[in-house]
């Protein structure tokens, strides 16, 4: 299966199912077409995976080239003109350079639901990988298609294989942040830089840009490696582990699309090597953080807590050479001037490859998000954070471990962390709420709204954790005295940042 020429992507179309060719969606009009998977994970790395080919073969020369591409589709002579030098390299079965696989792979075989990150694979020996809904035997055979995307996501957002693997260029975990567009080729095209981004992105591109081939044309060499000697292409599909795929003797129809029988693969050989990054590669779909000594790193989740207590680190940028801060992906600064739905995807790891969540946010951004409405922005992240922590810390914490030294007896168990979860649950979708009102001519009135709501909120979840055991004596007191200087200061929250202020 050839990514270039063969239908491998899944689309909805209405309330049409298919498979199209790279080909169709570039070079058609198709104004309701929406990529189509059974995995929201899935579909985004789809995006990307879309996006960097797009980025690699069709880069816009600048702003407004870029603009014309995302209004009119290709046109068929252009696209085969310029997808001609990368036929080979994109052949899911080439004799030779096989995509993102190495052939003679020596390794061990593993079914392919391996790839379906999250999944319990047939052949693991943990228990935990046994522990829940999921079967180890679910998945038996992939579609070409998804087989491809999902080896994709594998090495380019996934923390690894395990067991001393390598994880993707951008570490274990890393956040992605892309652009959504009206439909499936303005999202591809939301997502890819004009060639002088990519310059200011990537200042080595024009000396590694005419020897730029993938890592299984070219393999990486078990060594230390430099940031700067890693090319455009190279970087984007950055392949770190040595795969070599297996197909079924036989049509099968797709365990994850179902349907007609098709093209299928049935498992794969894995194999890891050495080799070191020194440094980090400036990948266009990833917000970074950097320290004050100059470390460089790609943004990953934050425990259980929701993507929109990041978002700042998401949109902006903060700090200078030398100062803590962060900066924005590439794809999306280049929309700081226009509205935006703003996907946040990734995975949260804990111990090595473990991986604790996968999380896929969408948010609505007005017009003026960068510059008008940046101070409402950081201001609704600012209060939702506040309020938790006058909740969590201030309040609950104290009443879960009491006051030995004044004598106040608390509660003898953890009630905090329970509270956390349930404020983060509440309030996550006012928090979305409010980012898309950002841009009202009453956002003050929405926003004591908001503030009202919020100190209900955490009201609400203090009685709720503590009614268990407000009927002890010796608790009842301490109980009161919290919830009266939960009230307090949630009130002094809103009279910072509200013109009426007061909790009711």
Not at 7 to 25: C, F, H, T
Not at 194 to 222: A, F, R
Not at 338 to 344: E, G
């Amino acid at each position: 299966m050839n990514l270039l020429k063969d239908n491998w992507i899944p689309v909805r179309d209405g309330a049409d199912l298919r498979q199209i060719s790279y080909k169709e969606m570039l070079c058609t009009e198709q104004p309701k077409l929406q990529v189509a998977l059974p995995r929201d994970d899935l579909e985004m790395a789809c995006i990307q995976m879309l996006a960097a080919m797009t980025q690699v073969i069709f880069m816009p020369t600048g702003k407004k080239e870029l603009r014309e591409r995302s209004i009119k589709p290709v046109s068929e002579q252009e696209y085969d003109r310029k997808v001609e030098k990368y036929i080979e390299w994109f052949d899911l079965d080439h004799e030779k350079w096989p995509f993102m696989q190495i052939r003679g792979v020596e390794g061990e075989w593993t079914s392919i639901q391996k790839l379906m990150i999250g999944m319990p694979e047939i052949t693991s020996k943990s228990a935990s990988a046994h522990a829940f809904f999921n079967e180890p035997t679910e998945i038996r055979a992939v579609s070409a298609g998804i087989t491809a995307i999902a080896m994709f996501n594998q090495a380019a957002n996934s923390p690894s294989f395990g067991g001393g693997f390598k994880g993707s260029l951008r570490g274990a975990g890393p956040i992605s942040t892309i652009v959504l567009g009206t439909n499936m080729r303005n999202s591809v095209w939301a997502n890819v830089l004009s060639e002088n981004k990519v310059k200011e992105l990537i200042p080595w591109y024009d000396t590694t840009n005419d020897n730029d081939k993938p890592v299984w044309v070219v393999p990486i060499p078990k060594s230390d490696i430099q940031p700067y000697s890693i090319g455009l292409l190279r970087g984007l599909f950055w392949q770190p582990v040595h795969i070599e795929l297996e197909k079924a003797n036989e049509p099968f129809s797709c365990d994850l699309l179902g349907g007609v029988e098709q093209e299928c693969y049935i498992g794969f050989k894995k194999k890891r090597f050495v080799y070191e990054i020194k440094g980090v590669w400036p990948h266009p779909y990833s917000p970074r953080q950097y320290d004050n000594d100059g470390t460089v790193k790609y943004m990953a989740f934050k425990g259980g807590v929701p993507s929109w207590t990041q978002m700042s680190e998401f949109l902006f940028s903060s700090g200078t050479v030398g100062q803590a801060g962060y900066t924005p992906a590439a794809v999306v600064a280049q929309h700081s001037d226009t509205a935006i739905n703003l996907l946040v995807g990734g995975y949260k790891v804990v111990k090595g490859a473990s991986i604790f969540y996968r999380r896929h946010d969408l948010y609505s951004l007005p017009a003026g998000w960068n510059d008008d409405f940046r101070g409402r922005i950081n201001e609704i992240i600012e209060i939702g954070l506040k309020a938790r922590e006058i909740l969590i810390n201030k309040v609950l914490y104290p009443v879960g471990k009491g006051n030995k030294g004044k004598g106040i007896k608390g509660v003898g168990v953890d009630i905090s962390s329970k509270a956390s979860a349930i404020y983060f649950h509440i309030t996550e979708p006012l928090v979305h709420s409010m980012l898309r009102e950002t841009s009202l001519k009453e956002y003050g009135k929405a926003k004591d709204v908001f503030l009202d709501d919020i100190s209900r909120i955490c009201l609400d979840i203090f009685d709720r954790v503590t009614q268990p055991y407000v009927h002890k004596p010796e608790i009842l007191g301490a109980v009161a005295l919290a919830r009266n200087k939960l009230k307090s200061l949630l009130n002094k929250l809103k009279n910072n940042y509200s013109s009426i202020g007061g909790v009711a």
